[in-house]
């Protein structure tokens, strides 16, 4: 009776040290670790005959990259206006009319 065993060969990468961290907490989780991770993934490159998501070259709606340093100023300022409860709300189109117009 003849025994096969596998062979496996080393993959090395490098990756932002912050990326890993927070992917091996993801994946600890998942019960998984990096090169099990690696391996299901290369699996179903295998399956898929590609990759396993939607690769675009248009860039992601990113609004937020879009927003200058004073609308990221206005916004935090706002979210704090609504954690504090210092916001004004409106029953109908008509009263926020009143209530702007008498500012």
Not at 66 to 80: G, N, P, V, Y
């Amino acid at each position: 009776m003849s025994v096969t065993t596998k062979k496996s060969v080393l993959i090395q990468s490098k990756i932002d040290p912050s990326l890993k961290t927070q992917s091996e907490d993801i994946l600890e989780q998942l019960g998984l670790n990096m090169s099990r991770a690696i391996e299901v993934f290369l699996r179903q490159v295998v399956v898929q005959r590609g990759l396993p998501f939607k690769v675009v070259l248009t860039p992601a709606d990113n609004t937020a990259s879009r927003l200058t340093k004073q609308d990221k100023k206005d916004i935090l300022s706002a979210i704090a206006r609504v954690k504090s409860g210092k916001v004004v709300s409106f029953e109908s189109e008509k009263d926020m009319e009143n209530y702007f117009g008498n500012l």
